[in-house]
Every structure is written in C-alpha cells, then in structure tokens.
C-alpha cells in the first residue's frame, strides 16, 4: 500500500496559525479525487478537504 498523501504545504502554514503549534496531521479520507486531512494543534482542531480539479478533456461538467 502506498504512502499517506501529502497535505498542500500552504494550506499547513495557514491552519497551523489557527490550531496552534505543533499540529499533528492525520488523512481522514483519499478517494474518489477527493482528500481529507485533520489538523490537531494545541488551541484547536481543523479539517481541510480538496477536491480534483474540472479538466477539459474530461468532457462537459456534470450538469452542464
């Protein structure tokens, strides 16, 4: 099985100044194009979820 997917490095340095550090990462979900993290520092906890992104070679949008 593969490794954990990495949580974008902007996205750490932003919620770490919510949360508090240090933070601990956890990957709550990675499926579907989909990715879930949750953040645990030492004045509170976040979630940040990304989503793949539309490509045009795909073909139309869903509900376009």
Do not use: F, N
């Not at 550090?21 to 906890?45: C, F, N």
Request: with cysteine; glycine share 14%; hydrophobic share 40%.
């Amino acid at each position: 099985m593969g490794h954990a997917p990495a949580l974008p490095g902007e996205a750490v340095a932003l919620l770490t100044g919510h949360t508090g550090e240090p933070a601990a990462i956890q990957v709550l979900s990675d499926r579907r194009g989909s990715r879930a993290w949750k953040l645990q520092g030492l004045k509170r906890a976040a979630a940040l979820r990304c989503g793949a992104a539309y490509r045009a070679e795909d073909g139309p949008a869903p509900g376009s």
